[in-house]
């Protein structure tokens, strides 16, 4: 079975500056895809961003960026210059390559500061 | 994009009363939708795996009996809390993959039902 762990349940950020959310993981599969959500206080679950394992390069999505290590199963969210509106919980996602299910983290409550 | 419509939003009723919720995909065919309970201040917790023409595929700890799942359509699955309790407050979201545009797709979510029994 697949696990996610994201280790810090609450970080807070400056407006403009950058956070980085830790995001790792456990499988024995080789290809599978990872992704982040954010669920802002509306509660609505959005798509930041998605990353193929087998591909080396890091996925990047305007302010968002991702350090993905396969070797250490590791999945890092880069939120650069924060914004107000980046104030949500982000979950961190995994799932099979042939498979349909999600296996979410706990989750990462970020709040940007004026 | 790929677009999923949850209803109702928001349902308060009495011990004992059995919801449904809707969730639909509105520009794809999904032959497989999920069901997710979230409490509060909480990740997401996959209840069920709803399969059109066939039985739904149940997380373990989730009542079958319970929180019965219909897909009928490529487009429609329905979720109903039977003789809903206290305890069976939560916020339920559906989600949906445009199988149709390959393996890589990600899941698509409803807005969430805030569900509260009285």
């Known amino acids: 079975a697949q696990t996610v762990t994201q280790s810090q349940p609450e970080m807070s950020v400056q407006e403009a500056e950058t956070v980085t959310l830790s995001c790792t993981y456990d499988t024995s599969e080789n290809n599978y895809y990872l992704f982040w959500y954010k669920q802002p206080p509306s509660r609505q679950m959005i798509l930041v961003i998605r990353?193929?394992?087998?591909?080396?390069q890091n996925a990047t999505e305007n302010r968002f960026s991702v350090n993905f290590q396969k070797a250490a199963k590791s999945f890092s969210l880069k939120i650069s210059d924060s914004q107000l509106g980046d104030t949500a919980m982000y979950f961190c996602a995994f799932h099979k390559a042939a498979g349909n299910k999600l296996t979410f983290g706990g989750g990462t409550r970020v709040l940007v500061k004026p | 994009g790929a677009v999923v419509s949850q209803h109702p939003s928001r349902v308060i009723c009495k011990s004992g009363t059995s919801v449904k919720i809707e969730c639909r995909s509105l520009?794809?065919?999904?032959?497989?939708m999920f069901w997710y309970r979230q409490f509060p201040k909480q990740s997401l917790m996959l209840m069920a795996t709803s399969n059109e023409g066939s039985k739904a595929t149940y997380e373990q700890g989730v009542e079958k009996d319970k929180f019965l799942i219909n897909h009928a359509s490529l487009t429609l699955s329905t979720l109903t809390v039977t003789s809903a309790h206290p305890e069976d407050s939560s916020f339920y979201i559906c989600?949906?993959?445009?199988?149709?545009?390959?393996?890589?797709?990600?899941?698509?979510f409803g807005d969430g039902t805030r569900l509260s029994i009285l």
């Open positions: 520009d794809f065919q999904a032959t497989t």
């Open positions: 990353q193929e394992a087998y591909k080396q």
């Open positions: 989600s949906a993959r445009d199988m149709g545009q390959g393996d890589n797709q990600p899941q698509h």
